[in-house]
């Protein structure tokens, strides 16, 4: 097979632009030419610093919520052992799995499956769970139950502030 000088005729979708802008603009007045090619640096400059002011508005929101969750991570870790040393109030003889759906109803979150561990560990898992409901009813289970978390896996899940969690819950 020879090899000789192969051309390729490929029309790129912009190349006839070109020569279409640059005909008008040279058919511009000078006056409206310095016009154009001042807006074609000013124009860029004014997207590029409304992207960046933007960008800064959504840092500085992001830092404050950081700087709150930081502050109740503080309260609950000065609370702790408070609540550690409070009366643990018994469950009436319910199942652990009958109190942990009970409480997880009442808080609305939806348990996605259960598999217990024998009598007192039981493993759930809930999807697409607001995060900061999750915590505030984990701390309530342990306040009036005393059912508490022996492990926990916990993911993002697609939306903000919604979370994967997979926990072995036990009573003490």
Do not use: C
């Not at 309530?140 to 993002?156: D, F, K, L, N, P």
Request: glycine share 8%; charged share 20%.
């Amino acid at each position: 097979m020879a090899t000789g000088n192969l051309k390729f005729n490929v029309r790129l979708p912009f190349a006839g632009w070109k020569a279409e802008l640059l005909a008008w603009y040279g058919g511009r007045q000078p006056s409206e030419q310095r016009l154009l090619r001042v807006a074609a640096v000013v124009v860029p400059i004014l997207v590029v610093l409304s992207l960046v002011s933007s960008l800064h508005g959504l840092v500085a929101k992001v830092e404050r919520r950081v700087t709150q969750k930081r502050a109740d991570v503080a309260y609950l870790r000065s609370v702790a052992p408070v609540l550690a040393s409070a009366p643990r109030p018994a469950a009436d003889g319910q199942s652990l799995l009958a109190v942990v759906d009970a409480s997880s109803r009442e808080a609305g979150l939806t348990l996605a499956g259960t598999d217990p561990i024998g009598t007192a560990q039981l493993k759930i898992r809930l999807e697409n769970a607001p995060f900061d409901q999750l915590v505030g009813w984990l701390i309530r289970m342990q306040e009036q139950t005393g059912v508490g978390v022996q492990a926990a896996s916990i993911e993002r899940a697609g939306v903000p502030g919604q979370v994967t969690a997979t926990l072995t819950l036990a009573r003490p």
